[in-house]
Protein backbone atom coordinates (compact mmCIF):
# COMPACT_ATOMS: atom_id res chain seq x y z
CA UNK A 1 0.00 0.00 0.00
CA UNK A 2 1.48 3.33 -0.71
CA UNK A 3 2.57 5.79 1.73
CA UNK A 4 2.56 9.93 2.23
CA UNK A 5 4.94 11.00 5.08
CA UNK A 6 5.27 14.72 5.65
CA UNK A 7 8.06 14.98 8.35
CA UNK A 8 7.33 18.81 9.11
CA UNK A 9 4.29 19.41 11.00
CA UNK A 10 4.45 22.97 11.84
CA UNK A 11 7.00 25.47 9.87
CA UNK A 12 7.46 29.32 10.29
CA UNK A 13 9.29 31.40 7.93
CA UNK A 14 9.50 35.18 7.63
CA UNK A 15 7.59 36.80 4.83
CA UNK A 16 9.83 37.17 2.26
CA UNK A 17 11.88 34.11 2.85
CA UNK A 18 11.89 30.94 0.83
CA UNK A 19 10.07 27.96 1.66
CA UNK A 20 10.44 24.59 1.41
CA UNK A 21 7.95 21.77 2.37
CA UNK A 22 9.01 18.23 2.84
CA UNK A 23 7.14 14.88 0.91
CA UNK A 24 8.12 11.57 0.76
CA UNK A 25 6.16 8.87 -0.86
CA UNK A 26 5.72 5.22 -0.67
CA UNK A 27 5.03 3.47 -3.90
CA UNK A 28 6.72 1.00 -6.34
CA UNK A 29 6.55 2.96 -9.24
CA UNK A 30 5.79 6.61 -9.98
CA UNK A 31 2.47 7.57 -8.66
CA UNK A 32 0.21 10.59 -9.39
CA UNK A 33 1.46 13.56 -7.19
CA UNK A 34 -0.41 16.29 -5.71
CA UNK A 35 -0.09 19.05 -3.31
CA UNK A 36 -2.96 20.78 -1.90
CA UNK A 37 -3.12 23.92 0.31
CA UNK A 38 -6.24 24.37 3.29
CA UNK A 39 -6.58 27.45 4.44
CA UNK A 40 -8.78 28.24 8.06
CA UNK A 41 -12.05 27.36 7.54
CA UNK A 42 -12.09 25.91 3.92
CA UNK A 43 -12.04 23.33 1.77
CA UNK A 44 -8.45 21.84 -0.09
CA UNK A 45 -6.69 23.79 -3.56
CA UNK A 46 -4.95 21.84 -6.07
CA UNK A 47 -1.74 23.61 -5.73
CA UNK A 48 0.18 21.82 -8.69
CA UNK A 49 0.17 18.35 -9.84
CA UNK A 50 2.49 15.95 -11.41
CA UNK A 51 1.94 12.85 -13.95
CA UNK A 52 5.30 12.53 -15.84
CA UNK A 53 7.62 14.49 -18.39
CA UNK A 54 9.35 17.44 -16.65
CA UNK A 55 10.32 17.09 -12.70
CA UNK A 56 9.98 20.57 -11.84
CA UNK A 57 6.24 21.48 -11.93
CA UNK A 58 4.52 25.01 -11.70
CA UNK A 59 1.78 25.45 -9.85
CA UNK A 60 -0.76 28.55 -8.83
CA UNK A 61 0.22 31.25 -6.75
CA UNK A 62 3.92 31.25 -7.41
CA UNK A 63 4.59 28.00 -5.74
CA UNK A 64 6.89 24.53 -7.43
CA UNK A 65 7.40 21.05 -6.41
CA UNK A 66 9.87 19.06 -8.08
CA UNK A 67 9.88 14.80 -8.46
CA UNK A 68 12.91 13.08 -7.52
CA UNK A 69 12.29 9.14 -8.25
CA UNK A 70 15.87 8.47 -6.23
CA UNK A 71 15.00 9.71 -3.21
CA UNK A 72 10.72 9.41 -3.87
CA UNK A 73 10.16 12.98 -3.05
CA UNK A 74 8.00 15.96 -4.02
CA UNK A 75 9.18 18.65 -1.89
CA UNK A 76 7.22 21.96 -2.62
CA UNK A 77 8.80 25.04 -3.00
CA UNK A 78 8.22 28.97 -3.20
CA UNK A 79 10.79 31.37 -3.69
CA UNK A 80 9.64 34.39 -1.20
CA UNK A 81 6.39 33.74 1.49
CA UNK A 82 3.58 36.11 1.73
CA UNK A 83 1.38 36.42 4.64
CA UNK A 84 -1.41 34.83 3.30
CA UNK A 85 0.33 31.84 2.21
CA UNK A 86 -0.28 30.97 6.27
CA UNK A 87 -1.98 27.68 5.46
CA UNK A 88 -1.74 23.93 5.83
CA UNK A 89 -0.41 21.69 3.13
CA UNK A 90 -0.85 18.83 1.94
CA UNK A 91 0.84 16.43 -0.64
CA UNK A 92 -1.35 13.43 -2.16
CA UNK A 93 -0.59 10.42 -4.35
CA UNK A 94 -2.63 8.59 -6.93
CA UNK A 95 -2.14 5.29 -8.34
CA UNK A 96 -2.03 5.13 -12.12
CA UNK A 97 -4.77 3.37 -12.73
CA UNK A 98 -6.29 2.85 -9.20
CA UNK A 99 -8.95 4.69 -9.94
CA UNK A 100 -8.81 8.48 -8.73
CA UNK A 101 -8.13 7.41 -4.42
CA UNK A 102 -5.77 9.79 -3.25
CA UNK A 103 -3.57 9.01 0.07
CA UNK A 104 -2.51 12.30 1.64
CA UNK A 105 0.03 13.11 4.14
CA UNK A 106 -0.92 14.12 7.55
CA UNK A 107 -0.48 17.85 6.54
CA UNK A 108 2.56 21.27 7.24
CA UNK A 109 1.40 24.00 9.06
CA UNK A 110 2.97 27.04 7.59
CA UNK A 111 3.28 30.23 10.16
CA UNK A 112 4.27 33.48 8.50
CA UNK A 113 6.13 35.91 10.56
CA UNK A 114 5.47 39.56 9.24
CA UNK B 1 -20.88 31.02 -6.60
CA UNK B 2 -18.21 27.88 -5.36
CA UNK B 3 -18.15 25.00 -7.54
CA UNK B 4 -18.55 22.44 -4.71
CA UNK B 5 -21.07 23.41 -1.66
CA UNK B 6 -21.94 21.72 1.63
CA UNK B 7 -24.73 22.64 3.67
CA UNK B 8 -24.63 22.93 6.93
CA UNK B 9 -21.24 24.27 7.47
CA UNK B 10 -21.90 23.08 11.03
CA UNK B 11 -23.95 20.69 12.96
CA UNK B 12 -23.88 19.59 16.39
CA UNK B 13 -25.78 16.53 17.42
CA UNK B 14 -26.72 14.36 19.63
CA UNK B 15 -26.02 10.42 19.58
CA UNK B 16 -28.95 8.91 18.52
CA UNK B 17 -29.60 12.15 16.00
CA UNK B 18 -30.54 11.45 12.22
CA UNK B 19 -29.22 14.33 10.47
CA UNK B 20 -27.82 14.69 6.77
CA UNK B 21 -25.21 16.63 5.02
CA UNK B 22 -25.69 18.27 1.42
CA UNK B 23 -22.96 18.59 -1.37
CA UNK B 24 -23.67 19.97 -4.62
CA UNK B 25 -21.45 20.67 -7.24
CA UNK B 26 -21.74 22.69 -10.13
CA UNK B 27 -18.82 22.02 -11.87
CA UNK B 28 -20.63 19.22 -14.72
CA UNK B 29 -18.68 16.87 -12.88
CA UNK B 30 -19.24 12.78 -12.54
CA UNK B 31 -17.82 11.95 -9.32
CA UNK B 32 -18.30 12.71 -6.20
CA UNK B 33 -16.43 12.02 -3.02
CA UNK B 34 -17.15 12.20 0.96
CA UNK B 35 -13.76 12.58 3.38
CA UNK B 36 -13.02 12.23 6.28
CA UNK B 37 -10.38 14.72 8.01
CA UNK B 38 -9.86 14.53 11.82
CA UNK B 39 -7.31 16.67 13.88
CA UNK B 40 -4.31 15.01 13.39
CA UNK B 41 -4.98 12.20 11.06
CA UNK B 42 -4.48 12.09 7.08
CA UNK B 43 -7.87 12.62 5.00
CA UNK B 44 -10.11 9.64 4.79
CA UNK B 45 -12.02 8.59 1.72
CA UNK B 46 -15.02 7.60 2.74
CA UNK B 47 -17.06 7.29 0.08
CA UNK B 48 -17.09 8.00 -4.35
CA UNK B 49 -20.12 7.63 -6.43
CA UNK B 50 -18.79 7.56 -10.26
CA UNK B 51 -21.99 8.46 -12.49
CA UNK B 52 -24.56 7.90 -9.81
CA UNK B 53 -22.94 4.33 -8.76
CA UNK B 54 -20.84 3.69 -5.74
CA UNK B 55 -17.50 2.96 -6.62
CA UNK B 56 -15.62 3.09 -3.19
CA UNK B 57 -16.65 2.26 0.39
CA UNK B 58 -14.06 2.26 2.06
CA UNK B 59 -14.95 0.03 5.24
CA UNK B 60 -17.36 3.23 6.56
CA UNK B 61 -19.76 1.86 9.64
CA UNK B 62 -22.87 1.62 8.56
CA UNK B 63 -24.18 4.56 10.59
CA UNK B 64 -22.97 6.76 8.27
CA UNK B 65 -25.20 6.46 4.83
CA UNK B 66 -24.54 8.09 1.63
CA UNK B 67 -26.89 8.85 -1.04
CA UNK B 68 -26.48 10.01 -5.21
CA UNK B 69 -29.25 10.87 -6.76
CA UNK B 70 -27.80 12.54 -9.97
CA UNK B 71 -24.08 14.03 -10.87
CA UNK B 72 -24.84 16.68 -9.10
CA UNK B 73 -25.97 15.57 -5.71
CA UNK B 74 -24.45 13.94 -2.89
CA UNK B 75 -25.62 13.33 0.90
CA UNK B 76 -24.18 11.50 3.66
CA UNK B 77 -27.20 10.29 6.09
CA UNK B 78 -25.91 10.20 9.82
CA UNK B 79 -27.30 8.18 12.24
CA UNK B 80 -26.04 6.96 15.94
CA UNK B 81 -22.86 8.55 15.75
CA UNK B 82 -20.32 8.55 18.22
CA UNK B 83 -18.71 11.07 19.67
CA UNK B 84 -15.43 9.82 17.72
CA UNK B 85 -16.96 11.26 14.73
CA UNK B 86 -16.89 14.45 15.50
CA UNK B 87 -14.64 15.77 12.18
CA UNK B 88 -15.20 18.03 9.20
CA UNK B 89 -16.21 16.15 6.05
CA UNK B 90 -15.52 17.17 3.01
CA UNK B 91 -17.08 16.92 -0.08
CA UNK B 92 -15.69 16.72 -3.67
CA UNK B 93 -15.99 16.16 -7.08
CA UNK B 94 -13.89 15.48 -10.02
CA UNK B 95 -14.78 14.80 -13.97
CA UNK B 96 -14.99 11.48 -13.05
CA UNK B 97 -13.03 8.17 -11.46
CA UNK B 98 -9.90 8.40 -14.09
CA UNK B 99 -7.07 8.38 -11.57
CA UNK B 100 -5.06 12.12 -11.90
CA UNK B 101 -8.73 13.92 -12.30
CA UNK B 102 -8.17 17.04 -10.14
CA UNK B 103 -10.43 16.69 -7.31
CA UNK B 104 -11.88 19.82 -5.96
CA UNK B 105 -13.15 20.14 -2.75
CA UNK B 106 -16.16 21.90 -0.90
CA UNK B 107 -14.83 23.98 2.37
CA UNK B 108 -16.72 21.02 4.60
CA UNK B 109 -19.76 20.14 6.99
CA UNK B 110 -18.14 20.82 10.63
CA UNK B 111 -19.63 18.01 12.63
CA UNK B 112 -19.97 17.30 16.41
CA UNK B 113 -21.52 14.44 18.15
CA UNK B 114 -22.48 15.53 21.53
Known amino acids: AQSVTQPDIHITVSEGASLELRCNYS??????LFWYVQSPGQGLQLLLKYFSGDTLVQGIKGFEAEFKRSQSSFNLRKPSVHWSDAAEYFC????????????FGTGTQLKVEL | ETGVTQTPRHLVMGMTNKKSLKCEQH?????MYWYKQSAKKPLELMFV???????ENNSVPSRFSPECPNSSHLFLHLHTLQPEDSALYLC?????????????FGEGSWLTVV
Open chain 1, 92 to 103: AVGEPGGGNKLT
Open chain 2, 27 to 31: LGHNA
Open chain 1, 27 to 32: YGATPY
Open chain 2, 49 to 55: YNFKEQT
Open chain 2, 92 to 104: ASSQDWTGGNTIY
